[in-house]
Nanobody, 128 residues
């Protein structure tokens, strides 16, 4: 099982960035793939996820207006676009995967609790 992130780096405040996560080794369509970040000195925080089984998206309320997540099943890749970046967005951004059962109800919190696979992380630095 592999989750490989790309697209991190240095960006100026107010700019945008697209992170990519390519998955392998498990059935992509049966999993929810998302992004979790860790700001230095703080706990990990789930930002967004894409439910590949039902085609639904979920966002953390505090960043809902600045994020856009999408999925390309043909490429086993999930993308996260982040807009209007701020210095406080500087963090390590991890791709993660959680198995999606057949139940109707799901949430970003459920995703975070059920994460079974992690990527190695992509550093993002936002300069002021």
């Amino acid at each position: 099982v592999q989750l490989v992130e790309s697209g991190g780096g240095l960006v100026q405040a107010g700019g945008s960035l697209i992170l990519s996560c390519t998955a392998s080794g498990f059935p992509f369509v049966d999993y929810v793939i998302g992004w979790v970040r860790q700001v230095p000195g703080k706990e990990r925080e789930a930002l967004s996820c894409f439910d590949n089984r039902y085609g639904r998206t979920y966002y953390v309320n505090s960043m809902r207006d600045r994020l856009a997540i999408s999925s390309d099943n043909a490429k086993n890749t999930v993308y996260l676009r982040m807009n209007n970046l701020k210095p406080e967005d500087t963090a390590i951004y991890y791709c993660a995967a959680a198995f999606r059962d057949s139940g109707y109800y799901f949430s970003l919190e459920r995703f975070f609790e059920d994460i079974g696979y992690w990527g190695k992380g992509a550093p993002v630095t936002v300069s002021s």
